[in-house]
Structure formats: C-alpha cells, structure tokens
C-alpha cells in the first residue's frame, strides 16, 4: 500500500501541461481543452463542431482554430479518438521479451490478430504494464481518410488513438483504480461503450447495442468479475475538474476529456498512436529549455545551500581536533601538576592531623589529671581517637561517672567491670567516649 501511494504522488507531481482532445462521433466532433497541474484538472474550453463530415475542412477547422486561440493554446496539437468500433484492441501477454525486442514481437502476431489484408491494416502499440503490451489495429483506410480530413482543416493532431488508450492513463492518474477490478459505460452515439480493468485482464473495451444489464454482464464475463458487479459511470473514474465552463459535464464529455488529460501529460500516457510517425506533431521542446535550466539551477542552489552546513561542520571540527592536538602536552603537564599539588596537599593534612593528635591526647591527659585527684591514682591508661579507658583506685567510686560526663572531653562513660573494694578505696575500670576525636 505504501508504495502506491508513493507512485501516487509521484505522478500528481509529474501531472503537468495543457491538453487538446478530439472525439470523432458519427456526425460531429466533440473538443475539449484542458490545464492539468498536481493540484487538480481545469477544463478551459469545451465545443461540439457539428456535421464536421458535410461542411467544408476549411469551415469547421477555422472554427476549431478560433476556439483554441481564444483560449491561447492554438500551438497545441490534439488527441484524437477514432470511433471504438472502427478498431480492434488487443492485449498481448509478453512476459520475459526485452524492451528492444518488443516491437519485433508484436510484428510477428499483428497479422493473425485482425481480418484485414497484410497491407490493408494500419497498428500501433504501447507498453501496458510488466510483460503485457495494448495493440491497436484500424484500417489503413480509415486512418488516411481522418489525417486527410484533419489536414485540409488545419487541425494538428499528436496522436490518432482509442478511448481504451487514453482512459488506461487518466483514470489513474490522481488516484488508483478500484481495487480488483471495475466496469464502466458512457453513452457514445446512441451506443454504450464499456471499459474496465480487472486483475484478470488489464484492460476491456467495446462497444454494445443492447441493454445495459446484458452489456455489463458480458463485460464482467470478460473481466471474469462476479456476474453481480454493478456497473459505474465512466466519468466517475476521471478526475473531477476544478474548474470548468458553465455547460460542461464530464458526464456528458468523459472520453475527448480523457483524451485532453492523456494529451497533456506525455510523461504520464503513452497512448497507443495510429498516426505515422513522420505526421505527428508536437509542440516545441525549446520552449521548455528555459525552465529546465532553471529547475537545474534551482536544484544546484538548493544542493549546495544542504551541502555547505555539513561542509563547515568538519571544517569546524578538524579546527578543533587541530587545536586540542596543539594544546594536549600542556594539559597534560597541567594534569600532573593538579596530581602532584593534591598529593602534597594531602600529605600536609595527615602531618596536620597528626600535631592536632597529639595536642588532643596532651589535653585529655590533662583534663584526667584535674579529674582525679590524689588519693586517687591510674594503674591502666588507654586512649584511640575515639575513646578512653582508664583503671585505677579511688576513695569513692559513685561519683566518677558524673565527673566524667560532665567534662566537656568525655561522654557516655561506663564501668567495664564491676567495682571491687581495695584497702586504700575501689578499685574501677571505666570506658568513656571521647569528645572532639579526629
């Protein structure tokens, strides 16, 4: 599904140009103009030129030329559908033959695909999708017949088809075909002609006179669709118009519609094209020259303006590599300098610490001193960082606790073994905790 939307898109993209198409009708032309742009399709103009068999070529082509350059577009050349019944189609299935060799292949079947002389027939062919080619086959006659008739009233003509060729590329054009196959009636000179596709076969068309409900049974035959498929309107595949002129209904005009749409999108329609090549004509290509180079240089500015940040980005960054190579000895000695100052700085704290040590166990001493005073005396003295035990005799015991908890060195002090009667007092043995402590 992804990647139809993406051909999708890419073709809206590519759908640009201004087309001309012709349909030729029994008794009359029917003639539309339209602009096609990726936003949608206009239709500029719209005309019937009637009884264009008994008028003079000359009457009716001054009248083709008048609505064309009221429009401006009188340098286009047009599309032109023969009558559906006046030509035989065919799909020929050609998996594996190479693009080179295509025309030779179908050379070899065109004579045992119509009833004409070898040399009565006049064909054309077109790629239709992988391995599958469309062949139109008219009369020669019919063919020379129309290029005389258009020549004598000035009408330049691209390409002489089939409405089956035209409508292969429209319907499809801004959007896919119904999924798994469609069949689709316009009325055309009193006549039903039928289109569709199906998974099947790529592409049916004819013309029926009968009703419709056996019409369309016969086509889903042919597309081998359910017999029960409902049948649509031929212009509700086509692009709706934007913009149109008053009277104009695609309804009422779906195939030289189609056409005008085919014509002016030849990057998109390759219909199949009954004209010799040496009478084809085609509008100017220099005039695109001028837009072409600018589409070039619009798309070598845009290049270069996402090509100049990633371009600075490593000129930025080889200057920084650079300079962090310029500049690594030196933070590296600034490295070994910050190490060896936090080394001697280390070092003059624990000797710090140490003289505080030592001043802190001068001061406990002291303070143990004051405490216990003669006739009291130390027989065990043992002091860490973080507490104190001592050991000795003194005359009363009971208050030596309260002594030390309340020197402001000593805290949560506690006998360590129960106190003992000597001849000069008690004998005790205390551990306090020290205050201060590093």
């Known amino acids: 599904?992804?990647?139809?939307?993406?051909?999708?898109?890419?073709?809206?993209?590519?759908?640009?140009?201004?087309?001309?198409?012709?349909?030729?009708?029994?008794?009359?032309?029917?003639?539309?103009?339209?602009?096609?742009?990726?936003?949608?399709?206009?239709?500029?103009?719209?005309?019937?030129?009637?009884?264009?068999?008994?008028?003079?070529?000359?009457?009716?082509?001054?009248?083709?030329?008048?609505?064309?350059?009221?429009?401006?577009?009188?340098?286009?050349?047009?599309?032109?559908?023969?009558?559906?019944?006046?030509?035989?189609?065919?799909?020929?299935?050609?998996?594996?033959?190479?693009?080179?060799?295509?025309?030779?292949?179908?050379?070899?079947?065109?004579?045992?695909?119509?009833?004409?002389?070898?040399?009565?027939?006049?064909?054309?062919?077109?790629?239709?999708?992988?391995?599958?080619?469309?062949?139109?086959?008219?009369?020669?006659?019919?063919?020379?017949?129309?290029?005389?008739?258009?020549?004598?009233a000035g009408v330049r003509l691209a390409a002489l088809t089939l409405s089956a060729a035209v409508l292969n590329p429209a319907v499809r054009i801004f959007a896919a075909p119904p999924a798994g196959g469609f069949v689709a009636f316009s009325e055309v000179g009193g006549s039903l002609e039928a289109y569709g596709e199906s998974d099947a076969r790529p592409v049916f068309s004819a013309a029926f006179d009968m009703p419709a409900a056996r019409a369309c049974a016969l086509a889903a035959s042919e597309l081998r669709l359910p017999a029960e498929t409902e049948p649509v309107g031929l212009a509700t595949l086509l692009p709706r118009p934007k913009e149109t002129p008053a009277d104009f209904s695609v309804e009422a005009n779906p195939l030289p519609y189609a056409a005008a749409i085919a014509g002016a999108c030849p990057l998109l329609a390759h219909p199949v094209n009954l004209m010799p090549a040496a009478m084809r004509s085609s509008t100017s290509r220099i005039r695109y020259v001028p837009t072409a180079v600018l589409g070039v240089m619009l798309v070598a500015a845009a290049v270069a303006l996402l090509a100049v940040k990633p371009v600075e980005d490593r000129k930025y960054v080889d200057a920084l590599v650079r300079e962090i190579a310029r500049l690594e000895p030196e933070a590296r000695k600034a490295d070994a300098l910050d190490r060896a100052i936090g080394a001697t700085r280390a070092r003059s704290q624990l000797i710090d610490s140490f003289r505080r040590r030592s001043h802190h166990d001068l001061d406990t001493l002291q303070e143990l001193t004051k405490m216990l005073e003669p006739p009291a005396f130390l027989e065990q003295l043992e002091l860490t960082r973080t507490t104190v035990t001592i050991g000795g005799q003194t005359p009363q015991s009971a208050t030596l606790l309260k002594v030390l908890d309340d020197s402001p060195s000593f805290r949560g002090s506690e006998f360590t073994v129960p106190i003992a009667r000597a001849n000069n007092g008690d004998v005790f043995r205390v551990r306090a905790a020290r205050e201060g402590a590093e």
């Open 1 to 152: 599904m992804g990647a139809i939307n993406t051909n999708i898109e890419l073709r809206r993209w590519l759908a640009f140009g201004t087309g001309v198409g012709i349909e030729i009708g029994p008794n009359d032309l029917s003639v539309v103009v339209v602009r096609v742009r990726p936003s949608g399709v206009s239709v500029m103009a719209e005309a019937v030129i009637e009884r264009f068999r008994e008028r003079p070529a000359a009457d009716w082509g001054a009248e083709y030329a008048t609505l064309l350059r009221k429009h401006g577009v009188a340098h286009l050349p047009a599309t032109a559908l023969l009558p559906r019944r006046e030509v035989i189609l065919r799909v020929l299935n050609l998996p594996g033959v190479a693009d080179r060799d295509l025309e030779s292949a179908v050379a070899f079947q065109i004579d045992s695909m119509h009833p004409h002389g070898e040399d009565e027939a006049a064909w054309a062919w077109s790629r239709l999708g992988p391995g599958s080619v469309l062949v139109a086959i008219a009369r020669s006659a019919l063919v020379e017949d129309c290029l005389r008739l258009f020549n004598e």
